[in-house]
């Protein structure tokens, strides 16, 4: 038990990073990219707190569509270059 603690705080403090990063990287394809682990890691973390059906939900629609969005979203948006 103590092995799945250790792997509980590391995921948890992983987490914590990749927030911080999404939230201060200036390219917006970094943040979508964090925003995407983090969700994968939230997989990870309803996998260890023993919750199938949640994970599986998250994994589909966090991590898969709400990815697939930004991404599309993000390519399809002009960005314009300050001189």
Known sequence: M???NV???IVGIVLILFG???IHTKELIHSVIYL???SM???LSFVF????DVAITEAV???GLVTAIFVFTLL???RQVKE
């Open 36 to 38: 995407s682990l983090m």
């Open 49 to 52: 707190m023993r919750a199938p």
């Open 41 to 43: 890691l939230a997989v």
């Open 20 to 22: 911080i990063l999404a």
């Open 61 to 63: 629609i966090g991590s």
């Open 2 to 4: 103590e092995i799945i």
């Open 76 to 78: 399809s948006t002009k």
């Open 7 to 9: 792997a509980e705080t």
